[in-house]
Each structure stands twice: as C-alpha cells, then as structure tokens.
C-alpha cells in the first residue's frame, strides 16, 4: 500500500509558466516533506522541505505549500526553466519532532518537461 | 566539501552471488541511509546507520545488510543475490538524525 502518492507520472510547461506538482499521502504520522529533483544517471538532489507545523515554505522559484487536512503537497515552479526538466519525487517521513530513524518514505515520481 | 560518492557505478552479478557497494559520506555527516530504486519506482528505504549502529530498517530481508565505519563510510552487502536485486542503489547522508538527506549518484546492480 502506497503511503506516497504521486498521480502524474509526467507533465509537460512552457518555459516561463507554472510548473504544479502534486503528492498525496495517507499516513498522519507524517511531519515532515520534501521534494527531490533526480536528472538521469544522477542521484536525486534535495530541493526544498517543509515540516508540518507550516503551510508554505518558499526558496526562490520553488515553492511547496502544504495542506494537512487533506494530506496533500504540492511544488510550484515558478517561472519554470528548460534545466528544470527532471524527475520530481516527493519524500515523507514521520516522528522527526519525536525522534525516530527518519527513514523518507518516497512517491514514484513525476517527469517534468519544460518546452522552450 | 566533497558530496557523497558511491562505487562501483556499474555492477554486473549472477544470481546467487554476493556484492558489497560503497559508500562514502558527505565531510562531517554522521549519519547514513541506503535505499533501493526499481525501475519506475520512487528509492525504498533499506536501513539506516548513525554512529556505527544501525538505526532502522525497512522492509528488507537479513540477506541485505551493512557496516558503518568510524570515518563514517559505509557498506551495503547482498548475499544470494535474487533477479529481483537489480536496481539503482542510493545512499544518502546527513549531518544529524532527522537532518535533511543528501543522496550520492547510486550504483546500479544488475542480476543475471
């Protein structure tokens, strides 16, 4: 059972706009997200985080919003770029305010194409 | 500062055999993960070390296991490798516990 959801294996911008990236979870027991960014014979590099007591976090054109209530993350790009094309993963793991192994529990990934 | 950095790249088993990949973490990270990456899927967790003991573990069987050094390099060994082994395998480091990981560029296994 997928605790980890990604549901866009691939998405397809125009440089310039509004890249959205989605992630869905089902375990409560989540405090804390991330999102990596993986290029092809690459590992994958960490991109931005956020932990559950906040909403937003923001680090330049990237920004990840997240809504408890409905378990859901998203990644906006904002303006998307032609180096930006990768695979995205979103990456969950629980307890990292009550101490535990921090094991990040992954999604499958979205591939993300940015048109010149 | 070096990032973390992994060998072989490239490594071709049988099934049946035993293989051992390395792992050396990012300058002053105590702390190291290893996970598995089928292809099409998102990195599964395998175990995790801090300080030389292992501080979790995923839903792998005993035939995966692993060392930390004081150096804090690490190993991952695989005995009776099965076809179902071969994928990507990522290691990843941070400077604490429930620290942000930072992945080396994985060494992808093939069992034939």
């Known amino acids: 059972d997928q605790q980890v959801k990604q549901n866009s294996p691939s998405l397809s911008v125009q440089e310039g706009r509004i890249s959205i990236l989605n992630c869905d979870y089902t375990?409560?027991?989540?405090?804390?997200f991330l999102w990596y960014k993986k290029y092809p014979a690459e590992g994958p590099t960490f991109l931005i985080s956020?932990?559950?007591?906040?909403d937003k976090n923001e680090d330049g054109r990237f920004t990840v919003f997240l809504n408890k209530s409905a378990k859901h993350l998203s990644l906006h790009i904002v303006p998307s770029q032609p180096g930006d094309s990768a695979v995205y993963f979103c990456a969950a793991s629980a307890g990292n305010y009550g101490g535990s192994q921090g094991n990040l529990i992954f999604g499958k990934g979205t591939k993300l194409s940015v048109k010149p | 500062e070096t990032g973390v950095t992994q060998s072989p790249t490239h490594l071709i088993k049988t099934r049946g055999q035993q293989v051992t990949l390395r792992c050396s973490s990012q300058s002053g990270h105590n702390t190291v993960s290893w996970y598995q990456q089928a292809l099409g899927q998102g990195p599964q967790f395998i175990f995790q070390y801090y300080r030389e003991e292992e501080n979790g573990r995923g839903n792998f069987p005993p035939r995966f296991s692993g060392l930390q050094f004081p150096n804090y390099s690490s190993e991952l060994n695989v005995n009776a490798l099965e076809l179902d082994d071969s994928a990507l395998y990522l290691c990843?480091?941070?400077?604490?516990?429930?620290?942000?990981?930072?992945f080396g560029p994985g060494t992808r296994l093939l069992v034939l």
């Open positions: 956020i932990s559950s007591i906040k």
């Open positions: 990843a480091s941070s400077p604490a516990l429930q620290e942000t990981q930072y």
């Open positions: 375990n409560s027991m989540f405090d804390y």
